[in-house]
C-alpha cells in the first residue's frame, strides 16, 4: 500500500461522494444475458446504435456542487462494456465525449474526479470470442492458468450466487420480483470459447492510458479486486498504475479485507444501515485509507427510492464517522436526468451535511474496540454511538438506526471514563447542554427538538489537567 504523503489530501480524509451510474436500465437487471441485451444495442446492419442513459454532465456536476460533495465518480465504463468515452480502440462507445465533459466541470467546479472502470467484466462483442459465459454478468474473462470449464463453472458459480443474494434481498427489503428474474437462472447456457485473456488485457491497458493522458482524472475506481491467484487483472493493474502513474489514486470495489501490493485506498459496499454499522465497526481502527459504496435508490439495478428518506444519509454517516468515505451510486434515466426522489434524498442530506463537513474529514475515530463507546450508557437501542476526536475534543455521535418518533434523548457518560467533562456542546448550533453530575455518572437529556433524524452530534469539551 503506498505511503500517505500528504494526510489532507480529500482521498486519505472522511468524506462524502456521488457516484454515477449508467447501469440501471428500464427492463434489465444488473445480471443479464448479453446476447440479448447486445442485440438490443445494434441496428439492422449490426452496428452499435446507442440508445441511452444518455448524461447530462453539466446538471451533474451542479448536483454534486449541490449536495456538497468531497468527490465523485462517473462510470467510463461498466460490466456491459460500454465506453462512454471517445476511445480509439473500439466502436462500442457513445457519440458524445461524456467523460471530456466530466473531467472539464469536475476541474471548473474544482471537485475531485475519478473515473469508475470495471477491470473484471466486459460484454463488449469484440470480445464474444474469448468470452466465458454471455448468459450473465459474471463472465471472467482475464482468468490464466486454469481450463476453459473450470472458467466457465466459477462464472456460473459466481453467478448463481449474485442471484442468490439478490433474491434473499428482494425479500428482506420486500422488493418485488418479477417472474423473469426468478426464472433467469434455468436459462444458463455456455458458450464456446477461445481462452486468451491477453487480448482482454491489452485493450485494458491502453483504455486506462487514455483515460488518465486525455481527461487527467483524480483516480481510477477499479471494479473489482479478485485475488491473483482466481483472476489476473487487479494484479497487473496494480503493477501497471504502480510504474506509469503512480500520483493517480487507485483504489479497487472488495479490497477492503486485502492486503494491496500497490493502491491508496481501499474499498467495498454497504446497502443499508446494518451493514454500514457493521463494517464502521471493523473498520474503524484501520491505519489505512477506507471507503465504502452503495446505491442511493433501492438498488445498483433498482432506481425505486428508498422507502426512509433519511437511510442513505445514516450509511454515509455511520462511515464517515468511522473514518471511512462514503459514496452514493445515484441512478439517471434514459434520457440523462437523475431520478429525483433518491436525488431529493442526496438533497436532504448535503444540505444537513455541509455545516457539518469538518466534523467528519477532520476528525479522527477514537481507538476503541467492540460497537460500543466506552462509558457511553445509552437505554434506547435504536440509537447507536460512535466516537472522534475533533481539535482537542470529542465529538459523538448518536446515530438512528431507523426511522421512529423522535423523543428526549437521555445520555450518560461513566465518571471513571468521562471525569474531565467541562462542557457538552450541540453541534453545529454550538448550544450548551446543561448536565448532572453525582459519584459514578454524568447525565444529559437531548431535549426532543434537538435530536437528529440523521446524527445528532455533541461536542464533549474537557478539562485541561
Not at 460533495?69 to 467510463?76: K, S
Not at 470495471?118 to 474469448?130: C, K, M, Y
Not at 423523543?407 to 453541534?427: D, G, M, R, S
Request: glycine share 4%; proline share 6%; net charge positive.
Amino acid at each position: 500500500m503506498i505511503k500517505m504523503t500528504n494526510k489532507k489530501d480529500w482521498w486519505v480524509k472522511p468524506g462524502v461522494g456521488i457516484m454515477y451510474q449508467i447501469e440501471a436500465r428500464p427492463g434489465w437487471l444488473w445480471n443479464r444475458n448479453y446476447d440479448k441485451f447486445n442485440a438490443s444495442m445494434v441496428n439492422e446492419n449490426g452496428d452499435f446504435q446507442f440508445n441511452g442513459p444518455y448524461c447530462k454532465m453539466k446538471e451533474w456536476v451542479d448536483f454534486s456542487k449541490k449536495v456538497g460533495v468531497d468527490y465523485h465518480i462517473f462510470e467510463a465504463k461498466w460490466h456491459d462494456g460500454i465506453c462512454y468515452f471517445d476511445t480509439q480502440y473500439t466502436d462500442w462507445k457513445t457519440p458524445e465525449d461524456y467523460c471530456k465533459i466530466f473531467s472539464e466541470e469536475s476541474i471548473k467546479e474544482k471537485i475531485p474526479f475519478m473515473f469508475y472502470y470495471s477491470n473484471v467484466f466486459d460484454h463488449n462483442p469484440q470480445f464474444d470470442s474469448i468470452q466465458p459465459l454471455r448468459c450473465c454478468t459474471p463472465s471472467f474473462i482475464c482468468m490464466h492458468n486454469k481450463p476453459k470449464r473450470f472458467i466457465s463453472g466459477f462464472s456460473l458459480f459466481f453467478s448463481f450466487v449474485v442471484w442468490m443474494l439478490e433474491k434473499i434481498k428482494h425479500l428482506t427489503r420486500t422488493i418485488p420480483i418479477e417472474d423473469e428474474d426468478a426464472k433467469w437462472f434455468e436459462k444458463v447456457h455456455f458458450n464456446k470459447f477461445k481462452q486468451n485473456p491477453t487480448k482482454y488485457e491489452k485493450y485494458m491497458f491502453a483504455q486506462l492510458t487514455e483515460l488518465i493522458e486525455k481527461y487527467k482524472p483524480d483516480g481510477l475506481w477499479m471494479d473489482w479486486w479478485m485475488p491473483s491467484l482466481i483472476e489476473s487483472s487487479s494484479d497487473i493493474i496494480m503493477d501497471f498504475m504502480k510504474e506509469n502513474y503512480p500520483n493517480t489514486v487507485l483504489t479497487f470495489n472488495g479490497s477492503i479485507n486485502a492486503d494491496l501490493k500497490w493502491g491508496h485506498y481501499v474499498s467495498f459496499e454497504a446497502h443499508d444501515v446494518y451493514s454500514a454499522w457493521k463494517s464502521g465497526n471493523k473498520n474503524r481502527r484501520k491505519k489505512i485509507p477506507w471507503e465504502l459504496v452503495g446505491p442511493a435508490a433501492c438498488g445498483w439495478d433498482n432506481p425505486a427510492p428508498r422507502n426512509d428518506p433519511y437511510e442513505a444519509s445514516r450509511i454515509a454517516t455511520i462511515i464517515m464517522a468511522s473514518g471511512g468515505k462514503f459514496a452514493f451510486g445515484m441512478p439517471a434515466k434514459m434520457d440523462g436526468s437523475l431520478y429525483k426522489k433518491p436525488g431529493k434524498h442526496l438533497e436532504l442530506f448535503g444540505k444537513w451535511y455541509k455545516p457539518r463537513r469538518e466534523l467528519f474529514t477532520e476528525a479522527i475515530p477514537m481507538d476503541y474496540k467492540g460497537k460500543k463507546v466506552p462509558g457511553i450508557i445509552i437505554n434506547d437501542k435504536n440509537i447507536k454511538s460512535i466516537c472522534s476526536t475533533h481539535n482537542d475534543d470529542y465529538l459523538l455521535h448518536l446515530i438512528p438506526l431507523r426511522s421512529i418518533p423522535i423523543k428526549t434523548l437521555p445520555i450518560k457518560f461513566v465518571i471513571k471514563k468521562w471525569k474531565n467533562i467541562q462542557k457538552i456542546i450541540l453541534e453545529p448550533s454550538k448550544k450548551e447542554l446543561g448536565f448532572k453530575k453525582d459519584e459514578k455518572l454524568i447525565s444529559v437529556s437531548i431535549p426532543k427538538e434537538e435530536v437528529e433524524r440523521i446524527d445528532t452530534i455533541l461536542r464533549i469539551k474537557k478539562n485541561i489537567t
